[in-house]
Structures are given as C-alpha cells and as structure tokens.
C-alpha cells in the first residue's frame, strides 16, 4: 500500500507556513501516482478550497519534486495556492496518496493539528532580584512565558572589567556574547520551559568581588520565535 511522511507541519505551533511537503512511498513494485493535501479549521470543519472556505472535503493537489509522479519513493510539496494562515488561529492537515493501481492512504490519522504562532515569547530574571550588591551567587533563576509554548532559555553573561568579556559556561573569556542553552546539564529547565535554573558548576567562584555583572536571559517557543526585548539585570 503506499504511504506518506508529513515532514511539515510537524509541532503544535508554527509560526508561518509557506510550504506543505513530505515523502510519499509504495511497497513492491508499486509507483506512486498522486499525491494531494486537505487544509481544514474548526477540526475539519471548514476546507480550503484554493481561494476560500468551504463545508467539506477538499483536495489540493501537490507537485513532485522532481517534476513527476513516476516512481516508488516520491518527494512533494504544496507550494501555492495555500490560505492565509492568521495567527491565534488552529488548522489541520492531512495527505492522500494513490498508487498506479488506484490504492489510497490518508495520513496523518485524523490529521496533524496546528496552531499559528507569532508572538514573542519571554524569560524574566527572578533571582539575584537586581539588587545593587549581593555577597553570593551560586544560581541565576526565573520564569518564561509564551502564549503558545516554549521551547527554550538561554544566557548569556557579561563581566563589566576591563576588559569587558562574556561568560562562556566556565570562564569570562570572550569578547562576544555567546547565548548557552540552560539545561540539566548546568542548571534545570522544566518539561515546557516555563521555570528555569542556570546553576553550571563554579558559578559563584566566577564573578568577581567590587565589578558588574549584565545578566541576559531570552526564551525561544515551539514555534521558532526568538524573544525580542530582554529585560536587563
């Protein structure tokens, strides 16, 4: 029987979607003969039907790769001819696939579900709380937030000396910043990224007494997008 993978969409929340594409398969001998993607909303209530909306099932047909449906591993996409997606707003897909003997396969099973997504997410510094001075600091904690989900949080130090260097997860030894992932590893990141720790090993013996420190920190969500404004501490 032939088959198909959905390469995209493929997560909860997308933040645009230009292109609809995947690989369609057949087994034996068989040849794969077309291929066709139904957009829906509303949990397929409403299907797109190139230029808008409408009750029912519909499909749009993809293109090969490479020009043809001819054989028994197939590449395709849906380029044009796609709805404006607007963000907030949940979709579906699903893929149907025929072979040369007139065999069809939907999938995903009943659809692969989606939501548009860009907002920027956001991470905020809790602890040290901006105090002027503290004595010690072995931890830097705090939140993140995204209307969607997150996906991440990473730091990214300065020490205010002369010179003034980054901190690169051991040492301030860099001139540029560089963004270190917070992980379990060095620290604690929760299941949806929403609570997190940056602890790595050595911490507090790095800062110095009597300098500055700028402590940056941003959050990245499922859907790719990357914190915009930081807040400074």
């Given at each position: ?91 579906e897909v ?110 507090d013996d ?28």
């Amino acid at each position: 029987d032939p088959a198909t993978t959905l390469s995209k969409p493929n997560t909860q929340y997308e933040k645009s979607l230009p292109s609809i594409y995947g690989l369609a398969s057949d087994t034996g001998d068989g040849k794969v003969a077309n291929v066709e993607v139904a957009v829906s909303t509303q949990s397929g209530t409403y299907y797109w039907y190139g230029s808008s909306w409408v009750a029912g099932a519909f499909w749009l047909p993809a293109t090969a790769d490479d020009g043809a449906f001819n054989s028994n591993f197939e590449a395709w996409r849906k380029d044009s001819g796609l709805p404006p997606f607007t963000t907030g707003l949940t979709y579906e897909v699903q893929v149907r696939v025929t072979d040369k003997a007139g065999r069809t396969k939907l999938q995903p099973i009943p659809y692969q579900q989606f939501t548009i997504d860009t907002a920027s997410p956001t991470a905020r510094v809790l602890l040290p709380t901006g105090a002027n001075g503290i004595n010690s600091m072995p931890a830097i904690s705090g939140t993140a937030y995204d209307n969607g989900r997150n996906e991440s949080v990473q730091a990214a130090i300065q020490e205010w000396g002369a010179p003034q260097l980054w901190y690169d997860g051991a040492a301030f030894s860099l001139p540029n910043p560089v963004w270190i992932p917070v992980t379990g590893a060095n620290g604690f990141l929760s299941p949806d990224a929403t609570s997190w720790a940056y602890t790595p090993a050595g911490l507090d013996d790095d800062f110095q007494g009597g300098l500055k420190y700028l402590l940056l920190f941003r959050s990245t969500d499922v859907a790719g997008n990357l914190q915009e404004t930081l807040d400074v501490d």
